[in-house]
């Protein structure tokens, strides 16, 4: 797995990601690591990065400025799924 695109946004000792996250994003060096484009919304790319946990987590709490998460993006209300549809069985 390469080395975590935030760490070097940030300028940081790059440490190693252990996956992939959805981010929308305009930060050059991030779109610039950028493993699938997805869309975009206006100057920001809706990609996928190689990113450590650490940095995972700092982006879902907002910690990075300039940077969301890909699920935070709907504005549609998702619609909770009853018990039954949910289920893995095809019973």
């Known amino acids: 797995m390469p080395d975590c695109a935030i760490c070097e946004h940030l300028s940081m000792p790059p ?5 992939t996250v959805g981010l929308l994003t ?5 779109v610039a690591a950028a493993v699938d484009r997805l869309g975009t919304s206006g100057a920001e790319q809706h990609i996928m990065v190689a990113a450590c946990p650490e ?3 700092d982006v879902y709490r907002g ?5 969301k998460m ?7 209300p998702l619609t909770p799924r009853s018990p039954a549809t949910a289920s893995a069985s095809r019973a």
């Open 15 to 19: 440490r190693h990601a252990t996956g």
């Open 26 to 30: 305009g930060k050059a060096v991030i």
């Open 55 to 57: 940095h995972v987590v």
């Open 63 to 67: 910690r990075i400025e300039g940077v």
């Open 70 to 76: 890909a699920w935070r993006l709907s504005e549609e």
